[in-house]
Structure formats: C-alpha cells, structure tokens
C-alpha cells in the first residue's frame, strides 16, 4: 500500500516512534527532495538506506501511476520536506491515482503546521479553513481575498516571508483593518514566534523584514445582516475589480444568502 507519513515541521524531537519504525524498514520512499531525507534518516540516527524516489510537483503526474503499480507489491512510504504530504505539498495526485487503481491508502500522522498554527493562535478552532498559500501576483490575492471577505471560519493562509508585508496590507484592505490577525513564524524551531493583533498592525509589523516559514492565521469574519442593496454595491465592486457579473453575483450570493438571480438582476439594472 502507500503510506503518507508526516515529518517533523522544524524540531527532529516531534518525529514518532511509527515514523522511526516506518523509516528504518521501509524498501522504498517518494520523497519531495531526497536531500531532505537524507538529512532526516541521518538527524534520527537511521543507517537504513532506503531506496529513494524525487517526488515533487513538477513529476508528479507523471510518476504517479508507476507508483501506484510498485506499491500493489511493496509498500511504499511518501515524505514531504516537513508536515503531511498532500497538504500544500505532493501526494494528492497520487493518492488519486491509487484510490482509482485500488490500492491502499494509509497514514502516519505527525506534526502539522496548519494545525499547530491554529491551536495556538488564540482565534476560534471549532470551525476553519486552510487556504494554502495567497497568490504571488497582487490582483490574483485581492481577488482570492476577496472571495473570502465574508468567511465566517477561522482561515490558516501559508506565506512566503518575502511577501507577508504586502499579503498583510491586502488582508487590511479587503477584510479590514482591525481584522484579528495572527502570524506564526518559525513554529517549533529555536526562534519560534506568535504575533498577534490587527491586520493592519501586522502589515506595518511586517515590514521590517520577517525571516522563516510563515503561517498566517485570520478571524473569520462577524455575522452581518445583508440588505439586497449591500449585495449588489459587493458585486459591482467585484465586477469593478475585474470579476464577470456572473460570477460576482454568485460569490455574493454564496456569502450572504442573498439570491444570486435577484443579485444578478439588480446589479445589472445598475449597470444598464
């Protein structure tokens, strides 16, 4: 079968007995980088040598139904870099291939940088969302952003340091500025750091420099009363930004409970 395996997130301590055990019999690893995995057999003083296989995002489609074959016969242990595979990371496409082929899926749990960062976030856990990473180009974030406007779910964003500041400043644009906001930095290693506040104090936080691998964590949004004349000045405002009517009326309906019919109506009786 195929064993997705969770890895450490930054503090070798975090890797389970399970995982040890997985590492030290395992004929064959998928890996996302081999080098990565070598340093990890190597940090939890493994001398098996398992046979490894790069298995990253840019082959994954293609080596995904040899891999499926291999592991009708012999187990076959996936890493990512850090946390679950699949998750912001490879091994979806293959997990897909194996349900399709029949073969067998399993799982090593173990550390997650999702989870970690909404448990200590201070922000609702009851219910939330992980959105992956924001979009690098700024017009594609605000219109992720602002599909999310009206989320009511705690949300868990992964970002690059290098763009925190100005993801941060387009979270206090579309949500608010006095939005709760949490970043998550370094979580589990030496320098780990929490920073609470509101979008916009992040933002100005932010722009002095942050290092490391990033979390951003966000208060989902607070219950509103829509009136049919608030819907339709929300989807002129996407519609403005780039979005087709349709579409807009849709996104709107979808947040508020308005009616996308009536939405697309009025708003285009404006427009006209």
């Known amino acids: ?25 395992a004929e064959v690893v998928a890996a996302e980088d081999t080098r990565t995995t070598i340093k990890l057999l190597k940090g939890l ?16 489609r293609e080596k995904s139904a040899e891999l499926v074959e291999s592991a009708r016969n012999a187990d076959l242990l ?34 997650s940088a999702v989870i970690t960062a909404l ?22 974030r605000l219109t992720t952003l602002r599909a ?30 006095d939005r709760r906001t949490v970043v998550c930095r370094e979580l589990t290693k030496m320098f780990e750091e929490v920073k609470r506040g509101t979008a916009a104090e992040l933002a100005e936080w932010a722009t ?10 966000i208060a989902g949004a607070e219950k509103r009363e829509f009136s049919l004349h608030d819907g339709v000045v929300e989807v002129l405002e996407r519609v403005s ?21 009536e939405l697309y109506q009025a708003a285009l009786a404006v427009k006209n």
Do not use: W
């Open 119 to 140: 448990a200590v976030s201070g922000l609702p856990t009851d219910r939330f969302s992980f959105e992956g990473f924001l979009p690098r180009k700024q017009g594609d």
């Open 241 to 261: 930004a780039g979005e087709r009517l349709k579409d807009a009326a849709g996104s709107v309906s979808e947040a508020t409970g308005l009616s996308k019919r």
């Open 78 to 111: 996936v890493l990512s870099d850090a946390g679950m595979p699949t998750v912001s990371d490879p091994g979806y496409h293959l997990v897909v291939a194996a349900v399709d082929a029949g073969v067998g899926v399993t799982v090593i749990p173990g550390p």
């Open 45 to 60: 003083g493994i001398a098996h040598k398992p046979r490894l296989v790069s298995l990253h995002e840019h082959n994954e």
């Open 1 to 25: 079968m195929i064993i997705l395996a969770a890895t450490p997130i930054g503090n070798l301590g975090d890797a389970s007995k399970r995982l040890v055990d997985a590492l030290s019999t």
């Open 148 to 177: 999310l406007e009206h989320e009511r779910r705690t949300m868990v964003f992964f970002e690059s340091p290098n763009r925190l500041a100005a993801s941060l400043a387009d979270v206090a644009s579309v949500f608010g500025s």
């Open 208 to 217: 002095a420099g942050v290092r490391g691998e990033i979390c951003i964590v």
